[in-house]
């Protein structure tokens, strides 16, 4: 018998000393740090591919908008870090 055993850690520092936070708007389990007060979840859903967010970039806004279904707010903040 293979008993496997995973020891979760904190995101930004590593530390293990890591406790159940709560659950987000989604539903997903969220975890506090105890070393340096980091809180959020541990392994985070990422919807959309470095690609995708290309493709998205190079079209006109309100096309995007539609075509993609993402919204405005989202839009912006892709094009804030591309620049």
Same mark, same amino acid.
């Given at each position: ?10 995101? /930004?520092?590593q $530390?293990q000393?890591i406790v159940? !936070?709560?659950? !987000?708007?989604?539903?997903n ?13 541990? !392994? ?10 290309e ?24 094009? /804030?870090? $591309?620049l």
């Amino acid at each position: 018998m293979i008993i496997e055993t995973k020891i979760y850690a904190c995101r /930004k520092f590593q $530390s293990q000393h890591i406790v159940k !936070n709560g659950k !987000n708007v989604s539903g997903n389990q969220q975890y506090l740090c105890k070393d340096c007060g980091a809180s959020g979840v541990l !392994n985070p859903h990422v919807p959309y591919t470095e690609a995708e967010k290309e493709l998205v970039i190079s079209s006109s806004m309100r096309g995007i908008e539609r075509t993609f279904d993402v919204s405005r707010q989202t839009l912006s903040a892709w094009l /804030k870090k $591309s620049l």
